[in-house]
């Protein structure tokens, strides 16, 4: 995903500068990176993403004139593998890169219950992983010490959504529904213990589908107990799901608040229906910092805009 790759780029820098080549991967004047990303499955849209994300970025390292290791300067290169959005075979994807391809620098797969899939085979063997989508809060309290991670965790996501409403009304009531993985559970912890400290009464809590597809049953839910707030979290499939049968089933409540609405890009891919909700984001081109690679974050949004044609 675009919104980290410029600190993502800073890690994978401070990590060379402190490493030698003897354990790295280099054929010529590459430096190999790998990756097992979700190319396929229900986290491909994000898993997309994130693989252009990486490849923008190690085209303007590259294109900088790339890393300079002991006096020598290397460019930079992805293996890629696809991990289908399943956990386990993206870990035997990390080991195979690890074990049979030379791998010794990985570069993060989407998701948080992925990554958490993916953190135990690169501590295993000492292999560094900077992982760019994976929030989970028991990534940062397992020790780890080859897990290098640039976002805030997740239970962090949806916060001032809760927040807000607070300030809008008292004893608000609210719905939520969260896929049952290890990201948007994090995410259900957080928005848990700001409804707690406002005093607000949850009147639904449902689990989302496996597979993303159906929101049908807690809609109408909402539609017959008319909550103030409607919170969703599953990952991009999960808020196009969500958008999209708010619209069709015409539902109406005064707040959404859902996560990676913004990477599913929602009114592009659905011709609207995306206006007023709110969505969590790490990133966005209107922010003021800036480097002397990617420039502005308007100047990266440009840039990634024009190389892939995107939104």
């Known amino acids: 995903m675009k919104k980290i790759i410029v600190t993502f780029i800073s890690a994978l820098a401070l990590l060379f500068s402190y490493s030698t080549l003897s354990f790295a991967k280099v054929v010529g ?16 849209g994000s ?5 252009k994300g990486y490849d923008l970025g190690v085209k303007i390292v590259n294109d900088n004139g790339g890393v300079k290791v002991g006096g020598k300067t290397y460019k930079l290169e992805v293996q890629y593998y696809d991990d289908e959005s399943d956990g386990a075979k993206a870990a035997a994807l990390a080991q195979r890169l690890i074990e049979q391809d030379g791998i010794d620098y990985l570069l993060g797969p989407y998701g948080s219950g992925i990554t958490v899939a993916m953190a135990p085979v690169s501590e295993k063997f ?27 965790s ?5 916060n001032s959504a809760v927040d807000l409403m607070a300030a809008k009304k008292k004893n608000a009531t609210v719905a939520m529904a969260f896929e049952q993985d290890a990201f948007s559970l994090d995410v259900k912890l ?14 639904i809590d449902d689990a989302l589908p496996k597979e993303l597809n159906d929101m049908t049953a807690t809609l109408q839910k909402v539609k017959a107990l008319k909550p103030d707030l409607l919170i969703v979290s599953g990952h991009d499939k999960g808020a196009m799901t969500g958008i999209k049968q708010i ?23 659905l011709g609207g229906g995306g206006d007023y909700t709110l969505c969590a984001a790490q990133w966005h081109k209107s922010l003021s910092y800036k480097d002397e690679f990617f ?8 840039t990634f805009e024009s190389v892939y044609s995107y939104l």
Not at 154 to 158: K, S
Not at 295 to 302: E, H, I, L, V
């Open 126 to 152: 000492g292999v560094p992983m900077v992982e760019a989508n994976g929030a989970a809060r028991s990534l940062f309290t397992k020790g780890y010490k080859y897990l290098f991670a640039v976002l805030n």
């Open 47 to 51: 898993g997309k993403h994130t693989q």
């Open 247 to 269: 619209t069709d089933l015409k539902v109406d409540v005064p707040m959404v608040a859902m996560t990676h609405c913004d990477s599913a890009a929602i009114n592009k891919n």
């Open 190 to 203: 957080g928005v848990e213990e700001r409804i707690k400290a406002h005093g607000m009464k949850v009147v």
């Open 154 to 158: 997740a239970d962090q996501y949806l």
């Open 29 to 44: 004047d590459k430096i190999i990176l790998g990756a097992a990303v979700s190319l396929t499955g229900k986290y491909a």
């Open 295 to 302: 420039g502005s974050a308007s100047d990266y949004a440009k």
